[in-house]
């Protein structure tokens, strides 16, 4: 079976960010900020829920990881933390696993979130969204609509998907030209 999650992380593999700086999002459980911390310079990693903090800051001490800030605040006021380029992001939506599923995100936030790195990432920078249709299909479809309407001349988005599973998880990726 398809793993998406661990699927988003083969597209991280394609560049190199060793001098560069990455966002998590949605850092929840952290396995995503650990993977991206092992690739890039710098890891910046958001999360709304104080619980979600907690367990990636465990399971990065427990790795000796100590490129990444943890920001405990709603991943749409990024701006507030990030106000050079970035190189690349990966969101992971939905709940916390194993955490309460009636806080999750949502299409406003996400939508905001994504506003504002789009304005901040760099030429050649890259976008992974993990999207779970089950969790919120308003959320789903809002993003799509969203990511449809990008400029073309600005970015390329292409959904990766499980055609014969119904409601599975997808991924939506956003690539901006240049470099």
């Keep these: 079976m398809i793993n998406v999650s661990k699927w988003s992380h083969g597209f991280f593999l394609e560049k190199d960010y060793r001098n560069k700086t990455l966002v998590d999002m949605t850092a929840g459980t952290g396995r995503d900020t650990l993977f991206l911390a092992a690739i890039a310079a710098r890891v910046i990693a958001f999360d709304i829920q104080a619980e979600a903090i907690a367990i990636t800051k465990k399971l990065l001490e427990a790795n000796r990881i100590d490129n990444v800030d943890l920001i405990h605040d709603d991943h749409q006021n990024l701006g507030r933390y990030i106000t050079g380029e970035i190189a690349g992001a990966i969101y992971n939506l939905g709940y916390l696993p194993g955490g309460g599923k ?78």
């Design 102 to 179: 009636t806080i999750r995100t949502g299409p406003s936030s996400t939508i905001n979130s994504l506003k504002s790195l789009l304005d901040r990432l760099e030429a050649g920078g890259m976008v992974v969204m993990v999207v779970y249709q089950k969790h919120d299909q308003t959320e789903s479809m809002r993003l799509l609509h969203f990511c449809e309407e990008l400029p073309s001349r600005t970015y390329d988005v292409t959904r990766y998907s499980v055609l014969n599973k119904e409601l599975a998880p997808y991924i939506i990726k956003i690539d901006k030209q240049g470099k």
